[in-house]
């Protein structure tokens, strides 16, 4: 993982007007989760160096080392709040971390691949599980699993237990839960539609032809009544 540096300083400001204010001068306020005392410490963080280390990133959490005045602190971003309108960040929230302890962190599932079942059996791929929860060393945390699918055939499902992440990660979501699955077209909602419909289609004929015929009866019949009259 990439080293991402932010500078960072104490920050005396409190409350909405006091804030408002830091950010009008270019500073974003945030805060860091102590590992050791305990607490929380306040900090700012100037706009344009935050988002210039973290242009690229796409994970929710993200490993970086806050530069305090010449102090270090491994510290890993947490939440993000952004402005509704323009899409800045408005705040950042830290938790301090050692870099020789596991973290739990939600790590984001992709699948990628094309399943044999879609390919060649006509199936529907539908993913279950979003992402898994594990364990890792703050530096060796991912942005994402991309997870395989190519070998999935029709009707089979993909769990927890089959994927393969590496010695790195402690896996903590349980090995039961399915991932992925693919689906026959007839058990998939909507899927069958064309199918169906062909079919309602190929019947008509054979519905009408016979109402035809019951009604030539009918009116046969009718006239039969009418002649003995």
């Known amino acids: 993982m990439d080293q991402i540096r932010i500078k960072a300083e104490p920050r005396a400001e ?30 700012k963080l100037p706009e344009h160096g935050f988002m210039m280390a973290m242009r690229g990133r796409t994970g929710k959490q993200v490993l970086v080392t806050l530069d305090m005045d010449g102090r270090e602190v491994p510290a890993l971003l947490r939440e993000m709040q952004n402005d509704v309108l323009k899409g800045t960040p408005i705040h950042v929230d830290f938790s301090e971390v050692s870099l020789t302890e596991r973290v739990r962190i939600t790590v984001p599932i992709n699948l990628v691949g094309e399943a044999q079942g879609v390919k060649i059996g006509g199936g529907v791929l539908e993913q279950t599980l979003r992402s898994v929860d594990i364990e890792v ?5 991912p942005e994402k699993f991309d997870v395989d699918v190519s070998a999935l055939g029709l009707d089979q499902t993909m769990f927890v237990r089959d994927l393969k992440l590496g010695d790195k990660y402690v896996m903590l979501t349980r090995g039961e839960v399915p991932v992925a699955v693919v689906k026959a077209p007839d058990d998939v909602p909507g899927a069958g539609g064309a199918q169906a419909a062909q079919a309602e289609a190929a019947a008509a004929p054979e519905v009408i032809k016979k109402g035809k015929e019951e009604d030539a009866a009918a009116a046969k019949k009718d006239e039969k009544k009418e002649e003995k009259k």
């Open 137 to 141: 060393l703050p530096t060796d945390i």
């Open 14 to 43: 409190k409350g909405t007007g006091a804030v408002r204010r830091l950010r009008r001068t270019g500073m974003i306020p945030g805060s860091v989760m102590k590992m050791k005392k305990g607490g929380t410490e306040l900090i």
